[in-house]
């Protein structure tokens, strides 16, 4: 599973769904993003060959102070669909079902996460944002 979050409003702006975290899979996600002006990556080597859109920079930082949005997000990705766990418990054998599986769940957090900004004391729920009002 592979993220691109954006830091202030958590929201899931990329993601893609690839069997080894590959120089083709990473560009894809960075080419379907919308363009940011930082990039930021945990020590991953292949982050740095990436080519980012013109104006933007990139850091790859030793510590988690610029990719903890980011990670959190992958957690809870983790945390919503057993696909998405350690691999020992549970696996998806069906690329197709897993992209089907998280774009749902992309859909549902992104929505939430625009609710959670208009309405922070609001209980807001995951499962609240699956289906349209």
């Not at 991953?44 to 949005?69: H, I, N, R, V």
């Not at 939430?112 to 309405?119: L, P, S, V």
Request: with cysteine.
């Amino acid at each position: 599973m592979l993220t691109c979050v954006e830091r202030d409003t958590r929201r899931i702006l990329a993601w893609g769904v690839a069997y080894e975290r590959d120089w083709d899979s990473l560009q894809r996600l960075v080419t379907d993003a919308p363009p940011a002006r930082a990039y930021f990556s945990d020590g991953f080597a292949t982050y740095a060959g990436l080519m980012y859109p013109t104006g933007s920079t990139y850091t790859q930082m030793p510590d988690k102070s610029q990719t903890f949005s980011v990670e959190g997000d992958n957690a809870e990705l983790r945390h919503y669909l057993a696909r998405l766990a350690r691999r020992s418990r549970c696996f998806s054998r069906c690329l197709w079902a897993l992209q089907r599986a998280v774009a749902l769940l992309v859909y549902a957090w992104n929505r939430r996460q625009g609710f959670k900004r208009r309405f922070p004391r609001l209980p807001a729920h995951v499962m609240d944002f699956v289906a349209d009002p």
